[in-house]
C-alpha cells in the first residue's frame, strides 16, 4: 500500500490517543494509543513508541518503522550547497554535448517504428532541426582615459582588466576595515596584511583611490553573533565625528552560505554599510587578477563606474532620447517552504549610459507574481532619473523576467497600466514611451 504523507504527528506514538471502537466487543469505546492500538489490533509491539508517525492524507497515522520510503522520488525541498553545486556541474555542459545525448535517446527510444505513432500516421524524425542564425558583432567597452588602450572589444566573450583603468572611480575609501572570520591558523595576520597591500596596489593601479592603505584588521567568530562581530569591527574604524564606516571586507573561512547570508543582512538591515566578501583561501598567494575583480566591486558599490558602451552607440540606440532602463523578478519561497512572502525587485538606471542603477524591494504575498506597489517604485525610479540627470526620461525600456505565457498577458496589461500611472502622477500629461519586453 502507498501513502503520501503530508506530515508527521505532533506527540509520540505512545502519547498520541484516538477514539478506538473494538470490532471484536462492538459498542465498546475506549480512548487508546496508537502504539497500544497496534499492539491490540494487529498484534504488533512497536520497537520505537517513543516516536511520532506520518500522518496520511486522510489523518490516517503510521508508525515510521512500518513504512519504506519508495526509491526514485523527486526531491521538492531546498538543496543544499553541494547538492546545488552537483546540479549546476551536471547540468553545466557544452551545447554539442547536449545534442550527442538528446540524440543518442531519441534512436535508443525508436519512437517512429512504435505502432502507436504509426497508425496516427506521425513521423519523428532522428535529427533535430535546423535553424539559420547569426553572430552579432560584439560591442566596444570603454574603461578610464589612462587604460592601454582606453577602449577594446572583447574576443570569444572574454576579456581581462591588464592595464585598464575603471571608468570613473567612487568615492576615496578612507574609513574600512577587514573583519576575518576564520582562525588566525587559517589567515595569520601577515598574510593579511601581505594581501590588504597588494589588494591596494591594484586598487590604485585600477583608478580605484584608497586613500587609508592600512585599515583595522580584527578576527571574529563565525559562529557568535555575525551583527555584533561586524559592530566591533566598525567601531574600531578612525573616524571623525559625524563619518560613517564606508566599508567592511569580511573574510570568509568558506563557501558556507549561510555565514555569508548573515553578513549581508546584517550589513543592509541593522549596520547600513557597505560589505565586500571574500574567501580566505585567496588571502595565501595574493592574485593580481583576483585583486583586479575585487577592486570593481568595491569601486561600484562606492559610486563608481567599471566600464560603459560607446556614447555615440548608446544615442544611436536610444534614438537619441533620455531613456529609463527598468527591470522587475519576484524571487518566490523555495519548494516546502510555507507562509514566505515572494520578494519582487525593481532596479532602474540613474543615468544616461544605463551604468549607474539602485534597487527597490516589494514584499508579497507567498508565491503571488503579480506585482503590487509597483506605480510607487517606478515613482521612485522616475525621481532618481532626475535626480542623476535633471531631466525626465522620454522613453522607458522595462525588462520582466519571470512570467510563464499563461501569465503574460495579464502581467503585461495591469503592469504596464502602473507605469502609465506613475508617470501621470509625476506631472501631468507626463507619457514617455514604454517598450515592455518579457
Not at 597588494?198 to 583611490?209: A, E, F, H, K
Not at 543592509?268 to 557597505?274: D, E, N, P, R, W
Not at 561600484?300 to 529609463?324: C, D, F, I, Y
Amino acid at each position: 500500500r502507498k501513502l503520501t504523507a503530508k506530515g508527521m504527528t505532533a506527540k509520540a506514538l505512545d502519547k498520541e490517543s484516538f477514539e478506538w471502537e473494538d470490532p471484536n466487543n462492538p459498542g465498546s469505546v475506549e480512548n487508546i494509543t496508537i502504539a497500544r492500538y497496534f499492539q491490540k489490533r494487529y498484534n504488533i509491539t512497536l520497537r520505537y513508541p517513543f516516536l511520532p508517525g506520518l500522518v496520511g492524507r486522510r489523518n490516517s497515522i503510521f508508525p515510521i518503522e512500518m513504512c519504506e520510503i519508495v526509491d526514485n522520488q523527486r526531491f521538492k525541498g531546498k538543496l543544499d550547497e553541494k547538492q546545488t553545486a552537483d546540479m549546476v556541474r551536471f547540468a553545466c555542459q557544452k551545447p554539442s554535448s547536449n545534442m550527442e545525448q538528446i540524440c543518442s535517446v531519441l534512436n535508443q527510444l525508436n519512437l517512429g517504428s512504435a505502432p502507436t505513432v504509426s497508425s496516427f500516421g506521425l513521423a519523428i524524425p532522428t535529427e533535430l532541426s535546423k535553424v539559420e542564425s547569426r553572430i552579432l558583432p560584439a560591442p566596444v567597452i570603454n574603461y578610464g582615459a589612462a587604460s592601454r588602450p582606453p577602449s577594446m572589444t572583447p574576443r570569444d566573450g572574454a576579456w581581462n582588466m591588464r592595464d585598464k583603468c575603471v571608468l570613473s572611480s567612487g568615492k576615496p575609501l578612507r574609513h574600512w576595515a577587514v573583519l576575518i572570520l576564520a582562525n588566525r591558523n587559517m589567515v595569520p595576520e601577515n598574510k593579511a596584511q601581505n594581501f590588504i597591500s597588494t589588494l591596494v596596489q591594484i586598487c590604485n593601479q585600477t583608478g580605484y583611490p584608497i586613500e587609508n592603505p592600512r585599515p583595522v584588521i580584527m578576527y571574529g567568530n563565525q559562529n557568535a553573533d555575525i551583527g555584533n562581530e561586524m559592530r566591533a569591527a566598525c567601531k574600531n574604524i578612525r573616524m571623525r565625528p559625524g563619518e560613517a564606516p564606508q566599508l567592511l571586507l569580511v573574510v570568509l573561512p568558506s563557501t558556507n552560505t549561510q555565514v555569508y547570508q548573515m553578513v549581508k543582512n546584517s550589513a543592509y538591515t541593522t549596520l547600513g554599510v557597505h560589505t565586500q566578501c571574500m574567501q580566505a583561501k585567496h588571502i595565501q598567494r595574493p592574485n593580481p587578477q583576483y585583486c583586479a575583480n575585487l577592486c570593481l566591486k568595491i569601486n561600484v558599490k562606492l559610486g563608481g563606474s567599471n566600464q560603459s558602451l560607446p556614447a555615440a552607440s548608446m544615442q544611436q540606440m536610444l534614438h537619441r532620447k533620455p531613456t529609463l532602463f527598468l527591470g522587475c523578478d519576484v524571487t518566490h519561497p523555495a519548494p516546502g517552504e510555507q507562509g514566505k512572502p515572494s520578494i519582487a525587485s525593481v532596479v532602474g538606471s540613474t543615468d544616461f549610459m544605463g551604468v549607474r542603477y539602485a534597487a527597490t524591494l516589494i514584499q508579497l504575498p507567498s508565491r503571488q507574481e503579480l506585482v503590487e506597489k509597483l506605480q510607487e517604485a517606478i515613482v521612485r525610479h522616475l525621481k532618481l532619473f532626475f535626480k542623476g540627470t535633471r531631466t525626465k526620461p522620454q522613453c522607458i525600456v522595462f525588462y520582466r523576467d519571470g512570467v510563464s505565457e499563461t501569465q503574460f498577458a495579464q502581467v503585461r496589461d495591469r503592469e504596464l497600466l502602473e507605469i502609465q500611472r506613475a508617470c501621470a502622477s509625476v506631472e501631468a500629461g507626463y507619457s514617455p514611451e514604454i517598450t515592455f519586453l518579457a
